[in-house]
């Protein structure tokens, strides 16, 4: 018995970039949130949360390696920057999904 043909390097593409999508669109069915059905207040306080808890949790994680390191306050600095880096594109990323209508209502 011999065995079958790898398939080739764009079938391969093309099988990977299928399962991404379809992963992604389920990482997004599973993470919906109950709240955004209230309406648009609760789409503002849903875009607010991901940025504050991004700068909270990238602020204590700087603060934490600051008192560690002995570095104040240079790195909570650095890291509270990024959780704003971060938090900016996660609420870009909910914004963008919920202008699709890909929220429900």
């Not at 790898?6 to 099988?15: G, I, N, S, W």
């Not at 509270?80 to 909910?94: F, M, P, R, S, W």
Request: glycine letters at 8%; aromatic letters at 10%; a positive charge.
């Amino acid at each position: 018995m011999s065995k079958p043909e790898p398939p080739t390097k764009e079938e391969f593409k093309a099988r990977l970039e299928k399962a991404r999508h379809q992963q992604e669109q389920a990482s997004w069915k599973r993470s919906d949130l109950k709240v955004e059905q209230t309406g648009g207040a609760g789409r503002a306080w849903r875009l607010s949360v991901e940025m504050v808890a991004a700068l909270l949790v990238c602020g204590w994680f700087g603060w934490l390696l600051d008192k560690w390191l002995d570095t104040k306050p240079w790195l909570m600095l650095v890291f509270l920057i990024v959780g704003g880096v971060v938090g900016l594109y996660n609420a870009i990323k909910v914004a963008r999904r919920m202008n699709n209508g890909n929220f429900d209502e």
